[in-house]
């Protein structure tokens, strides 16, 4: 039994710098895999997973779960399209809050800050320090976007909103969804649309993409049942 959890599917052309660590998949890759499953595979639901563990079925052999995290609009857009051509079951982990405030997540306003500016050496002030980062190529710019990303995971939500407001200061960049289509998030209009199709599914992935190892156990559980509300709310409404 394999979980296989995607991001993104991208029919766009390659960035040196956008999506180098390949989170969006091509779609002919991604189309690939999906036709290797429906065909060599017994791909499940999310929900047959759970039976299967609840009341401890075997698994068959080759057995997968497909999953996608975050909420991108190419999930629903590109995605989706393929997972119903080869009839593939997956479910959607999302991230309320950002699809409510149609914000970007906090990894792709790094990677936009960088991406885009014309500035070639940044500083950061972060706990009563400068961060001196040299992003004069491109090979220099995805190292610091990876240095960026790394502290950003260890810290609290709070602390990681000031060191990219910093970063944002720094390169003088805005970072817009419409800088890129791998920016897009999707909108609950999307997501309505698709869940009604009984291959897919939605579950929580945190408010605002929190890692909950860097919360507490009281705010871990305030954050899921926010999230489970919403949830409850946006389906009843159609």
């Known amino acids: 039994m394999k979980i296989l959890c995607y991001h993104g599917v991208s029919n766009k052309k390659k960035h040196p710098i956008i999506n180098s660590n390949g989170k969006h998949l091509k779609l002919k890759t991604f189309e690939s895999q999906i036709k290797f499953i429906s065909q060599k595979c017994n791909a499940i639901s999310i929900n047959q997973l759970y039976l299967n563990l609840k009341k401890k079925i075997p698994f068959k052999k080759k057995t997968?779960?497909?999953?996608?995290?975050?909420?991108?609009?190419?999930?629903?857009?590109?995605?989706?399209?393929?997972?119903?051509?080869?009839?593939?079951?997956?479910?959607?982990?999302?991230?309320?809050?950002?699809?409510?405030?149609?914000?970007?997540?906090w990894v792709d306003k790094i990677e936009s800050s960088i991406a885009f500016t014309k500035i070639k050496k940044i500083k950061i002030f972060y706990k009563k320090r400068n961060l001196s980062f040299n992003i004069s190529t491109v090979k220099k710019?995805?190292?610091?976007?990876?240095?960026?990303?790394?502290?950003?995971?260890?810290?609290?939500?709070?602390?990681?909103?000031?060191?990219?407001?910093?970063?944002?200061?720094?390169?003088?960049?805005?970072?817009s969804s419409k800088m890129h289509d791998n920016y897009k998030v999707a909108f609950w209009s999307e997501i309505k649309k698709i869940?009604?199709?009984?291959?897919?599914?939605?579950?929580?992935?945190?408010?605002?993409?929190?890692?909950?190892?860097?919360?507490?156990?009281?705010?871990?559980?305030?954050?899921?049942?926010?999230?489970k509300n919403l949830f409850i709310k946006i389906l009843q409404s159609g």
């Open 195 to 227: 869940i009604k199709n009984k291959l897919f599914d939605i579950g929580g992935h945190s408010m605002r993409h929190s890692i909950f190892t860097n919360l507490s156990l009281k705010d871990v559980d305030s954050d899921i049942k926010k999230q």
């Open 64 to 105: 997968i779960c497909v999953t996608f995290d975050d909420g991108f609009k190419n999930n629903f857009k590109i995605a989706a399209k393929v997972l119903k051509k080869y009839k593939v079951p997956a479910i959607f982990y999302l991230c309320p809050d950002i699809i409510d405030k149609k914000e970007m997540f």
């Open 141 to 175: 710019k995805i190292k610091t976007i990876e240095i960026l990303k790394k502290i950003c995971k260890k810290i609290p939500d709070k602390e990681k909103d000031f060191l990219i407001n910093q970063l944002i200061l720094s390169t003088k960049v805005n970072p």
